[in-house]
């Protein structure tokens, strides 16, 4: 399950992927809204990865 925890890093790493005007989204270019919607992605495998850990009795 920790291995969740890397698909931030990597879908964040490569700048090539993401350095794009467009699809803009409510006017922020793509650059801008890739990086913001990881935000709450991460949130989400942060809270799966503890609740596993928690769940298999791991601190």
């Known amino acids: 399950m920790r291995i969740l925890l890397v698909l931030p890093f990597v879908g ?3 700048i090539p992927f993401y350095n794009h005007q467009l699809p803009a989204l ?3 270019p793509f650059f801008y809204w890739y990086q913001f919607a990881w935000v709450p992605v991460t949130s989400l495998l942060i ?3 503890y609740r596993h850990g928690v769940r298999k009795g791991v601190e």
Request: aromatic share 44%; charged share 0%.
């Open 47 to 49: 809270w799966v990865v």
């Open 26 to 28: 409510f006017g922020f």
């Open 12 to 14: 964040l790493l490569w």
